[in-house]
């Protein structure tokens, strides 16, 4: 998915904020509101507090309190602060699912996470994030949690750019996950199977998760699963930027029908003095087939696809392996696009 960067102007995006609704945090005084601005709860129109200001938990709204309302959107600033026109995302942690959303469903396109495993019987942020271009991007987000089907089903927006700007960054949110009880569970995103995270249970000598970025499954139209899938067959890395971020790209030169499962990058920080610092990229490409019978090519066919590395130190050097092959040595920040040779020398 790309994201193009629209002009909009400054007055325009204010005013996009007051409509959305903003929180006021009930610490600002002396609010300075539009004549038309409403403060607007639950059952409709309430009235301002003594310094003329929304009550804490009320919406913003320009000229009516029709539509529905955010929940637990968080403070924005509409009482004097300045407005984010050149920011990074606003992620917007909307609560549960039945909540009013206010922006278009877009599923989110990948996680980066401090782990693939997460510490059982303790709440926990989930970052979720899209591939794409943003200035001063806001989502919103919802988790459910299924323990009978052991699933997480996060629903995310992406409302409508309204800043221009010379550097791309990357949309992104998190939604509050509650705690969860030890064992393997799947996350869907937008109602499709994305990736599976493991809740451990806390034990003596626990070693953290090295770092890990995990690309969301392929829809299936067929109504497969795509996380019932095995290894991609890699011919050819390639590391180089996207946007504000970097991407492994992975080449299969004699793929056939099948579909893009999750894709985890792994970074292993390098403990030995044999090597200058930087660290090991575990990358796990999957791929599954449509749950439904297709017209397969009896020919090969290339296969591309991007998988999304955690954050990286400009001049570290990074060796990447796929399973246990080395694929690819590289240091950061420095040039363009590198590839390894056909055969997947470094």
């Given at each position: 998915?790309?994201?193009?960067?629209?002009?909009?102007?400054?007055?325009?995006?204010?005013?996009?904020?007051?409509?959305?609704?903003?929180?006021?945090?009930?610490?600002?005084?002396?609010?300075?509101?539009?004549?038309?601005?409403?403060?607007?709860?639950?059952?409709?129109?309430?009235?301002?507090?003594?310094?003329?200001?929304?009550?804490?938990?009320?919406?913003?709204?320009?000229?009516?309190?029709?539509?529905?309302?955010?929940?637990?959107?968080?403070?924005?600033?509409?009482?004097?602060?300045?407005?984010?026109?050149?920011?990074?995302?606003?992620?917007?942690?909307?609560?549960?699912?039945?909540?009013?959303?206010?922006?278009?469903?877009?599923?989110?396109?990948?996680?980066?996470?401090?782990?693939?495993?997460?510490?059982?019987?303790?709440?926990?942020?989930?970052?979720?994030?899209?591939?794409?271009?943003?200035?001063?991007?806001?989502?919103?987000?919802?988790?459910?949690?299924?323990?009978?089907?052991?699933?997480?089903?996060?629903?995310?927006t992406l409302c409508p750019d309204p800043c221009d700007c010379a550097v791309c960054a990357t949309p992104t949110g998190s939604c509050r996950v509650p705690a969860l009880e030890p064992g393997t569970?799947?996350?869907?995103?937008?109602?499709?199977?994305?990736?599976r995270l493991e809740a451990r249970a806390p034990e003596p000598g626990f070693v953290p998760p090295p770092p890990t970025c995990v690309d969301y499954a392929q829809v299936d139209e067929c109504r497969?699963?795509?996380?019932?899938?095995?290894?991609?067959?890699?011919?050819?890395?390639?590391?180089?930027?996207?946007?504000?971020?970097?991407?492994?790209?992975?080449?299969?030169?004699?793929?056939?029908?099948?579909?893009?499962?999750?894709?985890?990058?792994?970074?292993?920080?390098?403990?030995?003095?044999?090597?200058?610092?930087?660290?090991?990229?575990?990358?796990?490409?999957?791929?599954?087939?449509?749950?439904?019978?297709?017209?397969?090519?009896?020919?090969?066919?290339?296969?591309?696809?991007?998988?999304?590395?955690p954050e990286l130190t400009p001049g570290d050097v990074y060796r990447v392996f796929v399973g246990d092959e080395l694929a690819l040595t590289f240091t950061a920040g420095e040039g363009g696009r590198?590839?390894?040779?056909?055969?997947?020398?470094?």
């Open positions: 998915m790309r994201l193009p960067c629209q002009p909009v102007p400054l007055l325009g995006f204010a005013a996009l904020l007051l409509t959305l609704g903003c929180f006021r945090s009930g610490e600002n005084e002396g609010c300075e509101l539009p004549a038309d601005a409403l403060c607007c709860g639950p059952s409709g129109e309430l009235d301002r507090d003594p310094d003329g200001c929304c009550p804490a938990g009320s919406a913003v709204r320009i000229g009516t309190c029709a539509g529905p309302l955010p929940v637990d959107a968080g403070p924005l600033p509409v009482d004097g602060g300045p407005l984010p026109v050149d920011g990074g995302p606003l992620p917007v942690d909307a609560g549960s699912p039945d909540a009013g959303f206010l922006c278009e469903p877009v599923r989110a396109d990948f996680s980066c996470l401090p782990g693939d495993t997460f510490p059982a019987g303790e709440a926990f942020d989930l970052p979720y994030a899209f591939d794409g271009c943003g200035c001063c991007t806001e989502s919103e987000c919802a988790v459910d949690v299924d323990p009978a089907a052991r699933t997480l089903r996060l629903t995310t569970w799947t996350l869907e995103a937008n109602g499709e199977p994305a990736m497969g699963d795509p996380l019932d899938s095995t290894p991609m067959n890699v011919d050819q890395v390639c590391v180089g930027p996207r946007f504000d971020r970097t991407v492994l790209e992975l080449l299969n030169r004699c793929g056939s029908c099948e579909r893009e499962s999750s894709c985890a990058v792994a970074l292993e920080p390098r403990l030995t003095d044999d090597l200058p610092p930087g660290g090991d990229l575990r990358v796990d490409p999957r791929v599954f087939f449509p749950g439904c019978e297709l017209a397969c090519p009896p020919v090969c066919m290339e296969r591309t696809r991007e998988c999304t590395t590198v590839c390894s040779t056909d055969d997947g020398a470094p």
